[in-house]
């Protein structure tokens, strides 16, 4: 099996920057890319991101069975390959455990899209999972249920899941989460949040999808 270039560097080069931005401490949280023939490329169990080489990196099918790699895929492959299934859209996952996002997490408190940029990128409130244990198929379904046809969701008293068309735009959605819940635990220290309107984040997530950035015409 050939693996694109670009997807493996994509998925090291993710690593390094959730490490380096604060996203998660050690060996915590995952990182995967869908390839091609329902497969995709995840990475490894308790490896220091600031290590991956291409060759540390597991390809395994929607099954969760490993197809190529000499070493153990993360430990929440069960949730990522879940989110796969039932999401076509979705072309990259990044599960992290960031310091506000996790206060939501632990509170079982949801984040309604307080900034415009939350309203588009995300799609709507991000949700929280009912607590299962990690790894389990249980937790696997209750996060594709919560995250339902958004691009973000709370894992309860554990940490976040970001998911997007690519693999860029999948930890964009974890950063985007992050400064939200930032900005909306400290709204309420100087006031009461102005929520949008739920047709004004729809319309504002329509018009990110149809004609945010540089697109053919």
Request: hydrophobic share 40%; aromatic share 6%; proline share 5%.
């Amino acid at each position: 099996m050939i693996i694109p270039e670009e997807k493996v560097q994509a998925v090291i080069n993710t690593g390094r920057e959730i490490v380096s931005s604060g996203l998660v401490a050690g060996t915590w949280g995952n990182i995967s890319v869908r390839l091609y023939d329902e497969t995709l490329l995840i990475t490894p169990s308790g490896l220091p991101y600031t290590e991956l080489e291409a060759d540390d990196l597991v390809v395994v099918n929607l099954d969760g069975e490993v197809v190529k790699g000499r070493l153990k895929p993360s430990s929440e492959t069960r949730m990522h390959t879940a989110i796969y299934r039932q999401r076509q859209d979705v072309m990259g996952i990044v599960h992290t455990h960031s310091p506000y996002a996790s206060v939501f997490a632990v509170t079982h408190k949801c984040l309604p899209p307080v900034m415009e940029e939350m309203a588009m990128l995300l799609g709507g409130t991000v949700q929280v999972a009912p607590y299962q244990p990690a790894g389990s198929a249980e937790l696997a379904a209750a996060a594709v249920e919560a995250l339902a046809d958004r691009s973000a969701v709370f894992l309860a008293n554990h940490g976040m899941v970001g998911v997007g068309p690519s693999l860029e735009e999948a930890l964009l959605v974890c950063q985007i989460v992050e400064k939200g819940a930032l900005v909306y635990l400290l709204s309420q220290l100087t006031g009461t949040p102005q929520l949008i309107e739920e047709d004004q984040v729809r319309e504002l997530r329509r018009n990110y999808l149809e004609y945010y950035g540089q697109r053919k015409v």
